[in-house]
């Protein structure tokens, strides 16, 4: 077995001991059984010894024969309950991986997000977890219970016949040879084989999350090419694992039949020249026998090793990506709670260090309560001002600051309890329409979503669906229409009763009347909270306190609608193109 490093510098086997540790007891309760399992298949030898005396000498096999029953039952008893405590405590130590893997994956930052494919991420949750099932039951415990009896029965061997053991264990240590360069070849294949899982998680879970585009652009035999060769690629490794596999179970099998030939002619010869005698070789040979299953045991624990090796690593790469600090859940703003206000000072950022910088100092100031409106030409930065403030990201330089706080000062759970956030797509999860609306204030009584729904007029959507709030509105919501799914996305913000609501452009998918009325929630909104709007409409500019105008990651004027059309040319071309088109 190879104790080549992972790439945190921790050998493997210690990572799979820290995932095993809280079980140990379990652990040690099933390896113990195995022992004794392995025990009373090593005095069967023995009883059979004294049987075939018994028979040579004319005696009485009754007792003999009651205690090799006897033995076989408990063996089968034991074999069974400690296969059943082990199994248990396998799956335990799957249950711990996956509850670990989960709460960090939600904990994992922005960013780090951006770089990964969430396909990959959910198959080492489901896929590589279950590797550490085998890894666990076949590896730690067969290399204990396997390696325990195989000593025992080596030391057995050696009692019964020295010379004989020599001869066993030459042929044994020749197979031991064979298998240490076949071992490391099943460790690359399985990462491999892994790997391809993963892979195809994400081909999957690019495909899924965009069928109808997919369908619509005539892709699938592409994006089934993409799928099947991901899947092969995994077909390929995992056939060469088992290969490597199927080579060390047979070089141990082949060894055992090797040992069992050779043991049957030394001692042949010797029982002719009466050196042993006929029982001492059958004892041995039923050791010999006996020898198959435990070095069995080890090799499978082994080669299992290897695979699980495998899956720990891609487990330990997910548990290394950047994570937000782990934090206790901050209640909401109370009822009446003082209105947040906001500054950007200088700020200036990028969504990596190999990325341009998207702002190049930012700098503006709200105030507490009223409405300021965010305007500018698509990709000037808008939306990202809004991931800032929720600190999805950190600025590389520059200051934001809410309350005259710095973002860094303020406790993440906190800070975000603050705020309510309408992103640009309007995010609406699968589950029923209340689970939407309660996700960001899950202790909301009925009245409170009864007044959201009524105010973002939800009301007569609610009462048209087969079970009312109850409804389930699908994946991401595709029972919805898209300003549904802005409204539900604009009512589970406003549930929260923020000191800050940040609306991206939350306005832009709904008809006249709607809108008019959630301008005027949002009106009647802005005179208690503060409310940023990303704003593509000029009925939302006209009635905001100030609009920030931006432009390529600069703020280029601050001002009311009536002085910036007549101050700021870019400004004036967006009134009289963007915003009236789209709000004619
Ligand atoms: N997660 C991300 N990783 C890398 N670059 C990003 C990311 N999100 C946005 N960008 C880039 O940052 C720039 C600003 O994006 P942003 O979403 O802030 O624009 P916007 O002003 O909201 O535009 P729009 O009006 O079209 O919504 C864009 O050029 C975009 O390509
Ligand atoms: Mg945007």
Redesign the pocket.
Known sequence: MSAADTETGQPAWRLLLTYVRPHRAALFAGAALSLVTGATGLMLPLVARELIDDLAHDRAITGALLAMSGLVVANAALGALGGYVLRRTAESVVLGARRTLSSYLLRLR?AAV?RTEPGDLMARITSDTTLLREVTTDSLVGLGTGGLTLLATLVMMGLVDPVLLGVTLAVVAGAGTVLGLIVPRINRASRQAQDAVGVMGAALERMLGALRTVKASGAEPREERTLHEAAEESWRQSVRAAKWSAAAGNTAGLAMQVAFITVLAVGGARVATGAIDIGTLVAFLLFVFYLMAPIQNVVAAVTQYQTGKAALARIQDALRLPAEPPARPAPLPAPGAEPASVAFRDVRFR??DD?PY?HHGVTFEVPARGMTAFV??????????F?LVERFYDPVSGEITLDGRSLADWDLASLRAAIGYVE?DAPVLSGSLRDNLLLGNPGADDAAVAAVVKTTRLDSLVERLPDGLDTLVGHRGTKLSGGERQRVAIARALLRRPRLLLL??ATSQLDAVNEAALRDTVADVARTTTVLV?A?RLSTVTMADRIVV?DAGRVRAVGTHRTLVAEDPLYAELAATQFLAAGA
């Open positions: 922005v951006d969504y990596a990325l998207i500018g030409p698509s990709g000037a930065g808008k939306t990202t001002v991931s640009q991206d452009e990303v593509h931006m």
